[in-house]
């Protein structure tokens, strides 16, 4: 299973609804990461978990929560969006998240509209 | 379905010599295709891209070489320089469907 899987596909919400977005791999990926993509432009790092703890946060609004339960698996917890938010966030996992240089593979991505 | 492929996993390469990275797709409808570099612990980082109307784009040590009739595109970085060390990744682009679409990344290592 050499593949990152993300649900929902797309989701629409309002500015005071909670939500989540899920990742899964089965690679045995221990790095796992969030990105944001807005319309048009390259992808940009929210979060990464490395050994299933938060090693990274680039300065991301708390409306926006990250969770690892196991290896495998990534949330975010959405609460409290503004439409601008609205984007298509992508998941990726690769083997450590360490030192070195490591192929990241991408899930398809969910389509967020904020409302 | 893998629409993006990116063949080789890793390249090594000479510093000072040429480094071809190559990448084939599957669907022809792309309009836009994209190179992005990837520092450990970072987000990719767009490098340069490529309308599907040309076959040649160009930006300083880096060219993309587009060939629609095969589906195979390529980065070409001369000189190669030990900063270039990173994963690649292909990516394409439609606007009707407003997503990106990378393939899994090459490893390229700058030799000294």
């Known amino acids: 299973d050499t593949e990152v899987t993300q649900t929902p596909k797309h989701l629409v919400m309002g500015m005071t609804n909670k939500k989540s977005l899920k990742c899964e791999q089965h690679?045995?990926?221990?790095?796992m990461y969030w990105y944001k993509q807005k319309a048009k432009k390259p992808p940009e790092l929210m979060f990464v978990y490395s050994y299933e703890k938060l090693s990274i946060n680039e300065s991301v609004p708390s409306r926006f929560s990250p969770e690892c339960p196991n290896s495998s698996l990534l949330n975010l917890h959405l609460h409290a969006l503004q439409p601008e938010d609205s984007a298509l966030y992508l998941c990726?996992?690769?083997?450590?998240?360490?030192?070195?240089?490591?192929?990241?593979?991408f899930g398809p991505g969910t389509r967020l509209l904020v409302l | 379905d893998q629409q993006v492929k990116q063949n080789s996993p890793s390249l090594s390469v000479q510093e000072g010599r040429i480094s071809i990275l190559n990448c084939d797709y599957t669907?022809?409808?792309?309009?836009?295709f994209l190179w992005y570099k990837k520092y450990p612990a970072e987000g990719p980082t767009f490098l340069i891209s490529?309308?599907?109307?040309?076959d040649k784009n160009e930006d300083g040590r880096f060219t993309v070489f587009l060939n629609k009739s095969a589906k195979h595109l390529s980065l070409h970085i001369v000189p190669s320089q030990p900063g270039d060390s990173a994963v690649y990744f292909c990516a394409a682009f439609s606007n009707r469907d407003d997503k990106i679409i990378f393939g899994k990344g090459t490893r390229l290592h700058i030799l000294p």
């Open positions: 690679m045995g990926h221990r790095a």
């Open positions: 490529i309308s599907s109307i040309k």
């Open positions: 669907n022809s409808m792309f309009d836009y």
């Open positions: 990726a996992s690769s083997r450590s998240g360490g030192g070195g240089v490591e192929t990241q593979y």
